[in-house]
């Protein structure tokens, strides 16, 4: 029979611990079937954006995508180039770009979102519907 120290007991794991290891295994999940398309997470967050067909301003899909400007341009360069995503002048202000899912991004986006979902569930597998649906409304909470 073993007998437990003081210092042998265990401390919960903090919050932002516990969130940044789910956030890391669902982004190694999604990813994982990003790569055959050849998109990253970043990626996969502008085509998820833009997926709504309304085009949106840079600064929008950087605040969605979690990326500072400077890394959303080439992004956003990266994806139009491989003609997923093309810019456009705002119809109510022309000094404002928008960026819009092309034809080719949304069969890209529509041949890759199955996938995703089908990783995001086996992240969630365990809990029932009403328990994902609890941790979806706690973690909008918490993102707000």
């Given at each position: 029979m073993s007998v437990v120290r003081s210092d042998d007991v265990r401390r919960p794991v903090p919050l932002g611990d516990l969130v940044g290891r789910v956030a890391y295994r669902m982004t190694r999940e999604v990813?994982?079937?990003?790569?055959?398309?050849?998109?990253?997470?970043?990626?996969?967050?502008?085509?998820?954006?833009?997926?709504?067909?309304?085009?949106?301003?840079?600064?929008?899909?950087?605040?969605?995508?979690?990326?500072?400007?400077?890394?959303?341009?080439?992004?956003?360069?990266?994806?139009?180039?491989?003609?997923?995503?093309?810019r456009r002048a705002d119809a109510a202000d022309r000094r404002r770009v928008l960026v819009l899912l092309s034809e080719r991004g949304r069969a890209v986006y529509d041949g890759l979102a199955p996938g995703v979902a089908a990783a995001e569930g086996r992240m969630s597998g365990d809990l029932d519907a009403a328990e994902r649906r609890a941790l979806r409304h706690l973690l909008e909470r918490l993102a707000e």
């Open positions: 990813e994982q079937e990003l790569a055959a398309a050849g998109l990253n997470i970043d990626q996969w967050r502008v085509l998820n954006l833009l997926a709504d067909g309304a085009g949106h301003p840079m600064s929008e899909i950087a605040e969605h995508a979690m990326v500072p400007a400077p890394t959303l341009t080439k992004i956003v360069d990266r994806l139009a180039d491989s003609a997923m995503v093309y």
